[in-house]
Structures are given as C-alpha cells and as structure tokens.
Nanobody, 118 residues
Framework: QVQLVESGGGLVQPGGSLRLSCAASGSISSIYVMGWFRQAPGKQRELVAIITSGGTTNYANSVKGRFTISRDNAKNTVYLQMSGLKPEDTAVYYC????????????WGQGIQVTVSL
C-alpha cells in the first residue's frame, strides 16, 4: 500500500515563500504522474501543478511564474516551491501520485494547510 506524506506547510506573509514536499512510502515506479492540488474553504479542489515522469510540467494559470514543481524519482518525492505567495493561495494542499497505466493506482496525501496572511 502506498502512502503519501506531505510536509512544509504553514503560515507565511504575502510575498513570502514556502516549499512543500510529498514523499511516498511503498513501491512507486517512475511511470507515475505527480501533482499538487489545493482546496480553499467553500471551493472545489483544483489543480495547481503536475509533472510527468519525463519532467514535463503543467501549471494553473494562477500560479504560473510563481510556483515550481519538481520531482526526485530516487526518493519518490515531489516538491512544490511557492514564491510570491498571495492571500488567495491560502488553501489545503494535496499531493497526488497517479499511475498512467493502472487507473486504480491513484494516491492522495492527507493534505497540508498553507495560509498566506499578515
């Protein structure tokens, strides 16, 4: 069974930076797409960024130029470097590992709070 554990969230002032990490336990192959999603109070969960096994990335328009997703396959870990944070970035952030061949192999982290406020 694969488990994802997130870390790095917290409270930061507008304009500040945070780095989220998500490490997987269990067997993860490089064919997983890794991503970050977020859910603000009263809103639906939305995609923030994804990265393929080949390193191709895709970002939500709202975070382009401010957030960077990366992965370390040897460590089964995905990162989200967030800079220029805004109050509207406040949300619970979830990491996701999805096997591109086996649709049942789709794992979520427990979520981590990011709060951007003075």
């Amino acid at each position: 069974q694969v488990q994802l554990v997130e870390s790095g969230g917290g409270l930061v002032q507008p304009g500040g930076s945070l780095r989220l990490s998500c490490a997987a336990s269990g067997s993860i192959s490089s064919i997983y797409v890794m991503g970050w999603f977020r859910q603000a109070p009263g809103k639906q969960r939305e995609l923030v960024a994804i990265i393929t096994s080949g390193g191709t990335t895709n970002y939500a328009n709202s975070v382009k130029g401010r957030f960077t997703i990366s992965r370390d396959n040897a460590k089964n870990t995905v990162y989200l470097q967030m800079s220029g944070l805004k109050p509207e970035d406040t949300a619970v952030y979830y990491c996701n590992f999805r096997n591109i061949i086996d649709a049942t192999a789709n794992y979520w982290g427990q979520g981590i709070q990011v709060t951007v406020s003075l």
